[in-house]
């Protein structure tokens, strides 16, 4: 690829009715995802983030975990890589160690990330390592039959829970800045322009970066609690999200019926952890220490 084609996200079909189809395996369309499930529309905002960010292509990965969520890398027009179950984000630290000039970006679910994955979550915010997260939270193991996942919120009935889940739940956008993530940011399926700008933003900044997306499912949440189909949960989305930018993330926790805090809430700088690598080991061995060398460097 030379200077003059960087410019361009990808190639672009002319006959394309829409600029993001060149972004997405058309070919493996139409999608698997039910009848009013968010995830399409992410996987749109994420497409035009991409166009809008005029990245390489060619050095942007895509790497997701199991569960309906996981689908999400083998329809981007990248190279993607589908995981086993929870093991998204130690893979995706693999290939950033290995080819730090890859843009590594894991896009999976809630299930995934902090059931199974929960422990690589915490660590890899912990040593902010440079890739980025996008969680599509539906708040339920939604390929598997709708049991109660770490977000579901409390009273919610599931299919592990029938008389309602009374567990603690996760405060995603909490725990992720707890655990030291450079950004934190949390949208709905319904604040699309809002969520493309967050995306955007990620893919131009160092540091474990995290994006919670709130994502209906009609088929197994929202049926089982009389919530209505993907249009419902568009207007409750409207009428019960507030933006609260920079908002304390303890103040951001979710329930069932609640007013749900949207917004970006941290931004801030810490060291990555391939410059706390490089630091420490010039320091310990000087001359010694040689940078990695990059196999796959302009392929």
């Given at each position: 690829?030379?200077?003059?084609t ?9 006959d ?7 972004l997405?395996r058309?070919d ?32 942007v ?16 027009q ?5 995981t ?6 130690p ?7 290995s080819?730090?000039e ?6 999976s ?17 912990r040593?902010?390592?440079?890739i ?14 709708g ?27 909490g ?22 700008r967050?995306m955007?933003?990620?893919l ?17 949440y ?29 103040e ?9 805090v ?10 990555a ?8 080991m ?8 040689a940078?990695?060398e990059?196999?796959?460097?302009g392929c």
């Amino acid at each position: 690829m030379n200077e003059a084609t960087l410019e361009i996200p990808c190639a672009i079909p002319e006959d394309a009715h829409n600029p993001v189809e060149g972004l997405l395996r058309m070919d493996r369309m139409p999608h698997i995802w039910c009848a009013g499930c968010g995830i399409g529309t992410t996987v749109n905002c994420f497409a035009r983030a991409l166009m809008d960010s005029k990245a390489n292509l060619d050095k942007v990965a895509i790497v997701s975990g199991i569960g309906c969520t996981g689908r999400v890398a083998g329809y981007a027009q990248l190279d993607s890589f589908h995981t086993t179950h929870g093991r998204a984000i130690p893979f995706a630290t693999g290939l950033k160690l290995s080819n730090p000039e890859l843009q590594v970006v894991v896009y999976s679910g809630d299930g995934d990330l902090f059931a199974i994955g929960g422990n690589h979550f915490i660590h890899a915010a912990r040593r902010n390592m440079d890739i980025k997260v996008i969680c599509v939270n539906n708040m339920t193991y939604a390929m598997t039959g709708g049991q109660t996942a770490p977000t579901t919120p409390a009273t919610a009935t599931t299919a592990t829970a029938p008389y309602g889940v009374f567990e603690p739940t996760f405060n995603l956008v909490g725990l992720a800045e707890a655990a030291g993530a450079s950004y934190v940011a949390r949208w709905t399926t319904y604040h699309v322009k809002q969520l493309a700008r967050s995306m955007q933003e990620v893919l131009a900044r160092k540091g474990f970066c995290f994006i919670e997306v709130l994502s209906p499912c009609p088929t197994l949440y929202q049926r089982r609690n009389k919530m209505g189909d993907g249009l419902d949960a568009m207007k409750d989305y409207k009428r019960m999200s507030k933006i609260r930018n920079g908002a304390p993330t303890g103040e951001c926790a979710l329930s069932k019926t609640g007013e749900i805090v949207v917004g970006k809430f941290v931004d801030r700088e810490r060291p990555a952890y391939l410059d706390l690598l490089r630091e420490q080991m010039t320091e310990t061995l000087g001359d010694r220490y040689a940078e990695p060398e990059v196999a796959c460097s302009g392929c």
